[in-house]
C-alpha cells in the first residue's frame, strides 16, 4: 500500500535546500531497495544510490482556494500509480514540490508501507527537515533495518519461538473473528471517507490513563475493542494491531518497516468493572508484547480490525519547517480492502483521534456504527467508573442515551 502525504510549506523556501535535505535521507539503504523473487523464496535487495532529482510544478489556479483543489486532486492521481517495488532500474518512493505563492509551496510524498511503517516515515521526515535547517539528520547512529531483519529470521529457529508459538496457540484457540463479509451490505451511497472519524482530547486521555495506571495507547485500545463488542454485540473480541520496537535504544529511529503485526483478543465478563477492564488490556497488551516475535504469522485482515497507533509522542518527531510545525494531510483514496484499518491519528498537538479506512462502499455503515459504540466507551468509561460492562452492553445504551440512574 502506498503512503501517501502532502506536506504544507509556509514562509521563505529553497528547493535547492530540500532537495540537498532529500538526499540524506535516500542515500540510506532501506531507500535503495528493491523486491524480486526466487521460487519460494522472496528477497529485498540493496542497490547503489543514485542523486535524486527534485521535480517542480507551478500551480494554475486564480485562487488559493482553486490552487488548492488541483494539489489535491493531482494527489489523488498520482497515489495510484504504482511504485517500482520489483524494478531494480526505478525509484520506490517519489516526491515532488507544487508551488502555489512565493511564500506557500507543498511537498507531495509517497512511498511504499513495504519499504517504510509509520514511524520510519516521520522519523524520515524529521530528518529532512531538520538537515533542510542546518541539522543533522535525526537517525545518526541507528543500526541499518538489514541488522533488524538478519536477528528475526535467527530468532525463529529458537527455543524462545517456539514458546512464542505456544502462546499463540493458546491464546487464539476457538476464537471467531466477525466475518465482515457478511454483514448486510451498505445502503447510503454518500458517504465521505473523511467523515470516518472521533476525535478525543489528549489531556483527557492523559487524565484517565494516569486514573487507571495504564498508557495512554491502553486506554485507546480499550475504547476500540469495547466498541468493537459494541457494534458486533458480542464480549470474545479480536483485533490485530501493529506495534514497533522503537523503544529499543539500537533500533529506536531505525528506517524500514519494522512494524510487526499482534493478535488482541479480550473475552469481556458482563460484571467486569472499568477498573478490571483496564486491567485486562494491560495484561493483554504486555503478553502480547512479551511474544511478539512470532505473531505476524496471522494473515493481514484474517481479523477485520487492523488497528495502527500513529501516535508518536514519545519519538519527538514533529517535523518543523521555518519554525512552525509542517502540516500534513494523508492523501484518502478509495480502498477496496475486507477490513477495517483503525488509525490512532494525532490531530495536531492537542487531540487524538481515531479514523477508519476501508470499503466505504462495502462496510462504511459499519464503520459509523463501530465508531458510535467507541465514542460511546469513552464517554462509558469518563463517566461511569463504577458500572460494568453489562451495563454499557445494554440494548438502550447508545452514543445518545448514555445516561445509567
Not at 21 to 27: F, G
Not at 84 to 102: I, T
Not at 262 to 279: G, K, W
Request: proline letters at 3%.
Amino acid at each position: 500500500m502506498n503512503i501517501p502525504f502532502v506536506m504544507h510549506l509556509k514562509g521563505e523556501f529553497d528547493k535547492q535546500k530540500l532537495e540537498d535535505a532529500l538526499q540524506k535521507v535516500l542515500s540510506t539503504k532501506i531507500m535503495n531497495t528493491y523486491f524480486s523473487v526466487e521460487g519460494d523464496k522472496f528477497y529485498a535487495n540493496e542497490k547503489e544510490y543514485q542523486r535524486y532529482k527534485l521535480e517542480d510544478e507551478d500551480v494554475p489556479g486564480n485562487t488559493l482556494e482553486e490552487k488548492l483543489q488541483y494539489v489535491a486532486k493531482i494527489a489523488k492521481e498520482l497515489t495510484v500509480q504504482p511504485l517500482g517495488l520489483f524494478d531494480k532500474e526505478k525509484r520506490q518512493y517519489f516526491f515532488k514540490v507544487y508551488n502555489l505563492q512565493d511564500d506557500y509551496h507543498i511537498l507531495y510524498m509517497s512511498v511504499h508501507h513495504a519499504f517504510l511503517d509509520f514511524g520510519s516515515i516521520m522519523i524520515a521526515l524529521k530528518s529532512i527537515y531538520s538537515v533542510y535547517n542546518g541539522g543533522d539528520v535525526l537517525f545518526k547512529g541507528s543500526s541499518e533495518f538489514s541488522k533488524f531483519m538478519k536477528e528475526e529470521i535467527e530468532f525463529s529457529g529458537t527455543e524462545a519461538a517456539t514458546h512464542e508459538d505456544e502462546y499463540w496457540k493458546k491464546e487464539l484457540a476457538g476464537a471467531k473473528p466477525i466475518d465482515l463479509s457478511k454483514l448486510p451490505t451498505t445502503t447510503k451511497k454518500d458517504i465521505n471517507p473523511d467523515d470516518l472519524m472521533v476525535i478525543f482530547e489528549k489531556d483527557e486521555l492523559r487524565k484517565l490513563a494516569s486514573k487507571y495506571k495504564t498508557s495512554v495507547f491502553n486506554v485507546m485500545m480499550l475504547i476500540i475493542h469495547m466498541g468493537i463488542a459494541k457494534a458486533n454485540d458480542q464480549n470474545d473480541t479480536m483485533s490485530q494491531y501493529a506495534i514497533s520496537n522503537r523503544s529499543d535504544a539500537e533500533y529506536r529511529y531505525t528506517l524500514g518497516c519494522i512494524t510487526r503485526m499482534l493478535t488482541n483478543r479480550v473475552q469481556f465478563d458482563d460484571d467486569m468493572t472499568i477498573i478490571e477492564l483496564n486491567r485486562l488490556m494491560r495484561k493483554k497488551i504486555g503478553d502480547g508484547y512479551q511474544n511478539r516475535h512470532v505473531a505476524g504469522k496471522t494473515q493481514l485482515g484474517a481479523i477485520p480490525y487492523v488497528i495502527a497507533n500513529e501516535d508518536l509522542d514519545d519519538l519527538d518527531v514533529m517535523p518543523l519547517f521555518n519554525g512552525q510545525p509542517v502540516q500534513m494531510d494523508y492523501v484518502h483514496i478509495a480502498r477496496t480492502m475486507d477490513f477495517l484499518s483503525v488509525l490512532i491519528i494525532p490531530i495536531g498537538l492537542d487531540k487524538l483521534s481515531i479514523g477508519i479506512v476501508t470499503d466505504v462502499s462495502r462496510f462504511g455503515e459499519h464503520a459509523f456504527k463501530f465508531l458510535d459504540g467507541a465514542m460511546l466507551a469513552y464517554n462509558f468509561i469518563s463517566k461511569y467508573p463504577d458500572k460494568t460492562f453489562g451495563d454499557f452492553m445494554r440494548k438502550d445504551i447508545t452514543k445518545d442515551t448514555l445516561n445509567i440512574a
